[in-house]
């Protein structure tokens, strides 16, 4: 079966996308199919896998407001065997006001994303969002399986850490029981700065399960990557960068073979 998996976090600019990207890159690299959903008006995930906002005709913004059921038009090849894209651009800025009076608006992903699960085309779906708590998020939210949560190693990552847990917990309670945490990676890591260690020590030791032994450090080939619309495990596969996310990958395999919910 299809796992679906949310890339969450509603502070902005702490790997979402990055992790999104070069994880999945790394999963379709060990021949597993992935699908990568951009749920993000910016469509930084798009542009990262080199998708251009001129070749976006069709994007999640058009395919959850159509109901189309017909999902081949949205879905784009990447660069990279066995990772497609369903991009987005800034039309989904304006989707939350647009279903504000639907009663079902949390459901709007979840209807598109099930149904393409059960096809079983895909091993994993990663779902890249926006910095926020809002709408797009709790749809994300609603239609996952699992929410991956990347942790910027600086100051106030824990605290935002527990607002999100509290909505994950929300979620849970009406919206999507089977919701669960996949996993916090900690993300850009300065092994010279005392305060990542510090962030590191607090997360372990309150999500001692959750948090991954992988943590992605910061590394400029990881930065510069995008602009070229490439993956960085594309862009330079030896540097510290493409070796980190090569490893949360197999970390992350290696923890579904555990749950005995390997999707392969
Ligand atoms: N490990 C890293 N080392 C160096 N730079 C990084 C690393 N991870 C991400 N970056 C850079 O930091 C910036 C923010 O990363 P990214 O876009 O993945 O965050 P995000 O959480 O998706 O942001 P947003 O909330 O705006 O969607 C980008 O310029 C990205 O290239
Ligand atoms: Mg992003």
């Known amino acids: 079966m299809t796992k679906i998996i949310s890339v969450i976090n509603q502070k902005g600019g702490v790997g979402k996308t990055t992790t999104a990207i070069n ?90 994303l099930r149904p393409l699960a059960q096809s079983n085309q895909y091993d994993y779906i990663l779902v890249d969002c926006p910095p926020s708590l809002s709408l797009l998020t709790i749809m994300a939210l609603v239609g996952s399986d699992t929410v991956l949560v990347p942790l910027q190693s600086e100051f106030f990552a824990l605290e935002g850490l527990s607002q999100l847990v509290k909505t994950i917990n929300r979620i849970k309670q009406n919206l999507n029981t089977a919701l669960s945490i996949q996993g916090i990676v900690l993300t850009m890591f300065d092994k010279r700065n005392k305060l990542c260690y510090e962030v590191e020590k607090e997360a372990r030791k309150y999500f001692p399960n959750e948090v991954y032994k992988t943590v992605i450090p910061r590394n400029i080939r990881i930065s510069e990557a995008p602009s070229h619309g ?29 749950n005995n919910t390997f999707a392969a």
């Open 230 to 258: 490439l993956p960085v495990i594309t862009y330079d596969k030896n540097c510290s960068g493409t070796k980190a996310y090569e490893r949360l990958a197999n970390e992350i395999l290696e923890q579904e073979k555990q």
């Open 23 to 112: 994880l999945g890159c790394a999963f379709a690299n060990t021949e597993l199919k992935i699908l990568v959903v951009d749920l993000d008006p910016q469509g930084n995930a798009s542009t990262g896998l080199g998708i251009e906002v001129k070749e976006r005709n069709k994007t999640i913004y058009e395919l959850m407001i159509s109901k189309d059921t017909i999902l081949n038009p949205y879905i784009y090849k990447s660069s990279i065997k066995n990772l497609d894209v369903i991009p987005s651009n800034v039309d989904l800025s304006g989707f939350e006001t647009e279903v504000a009076e639907d009663g079902k608006r949390a459901f709007f992903l979840n209807d598109v």
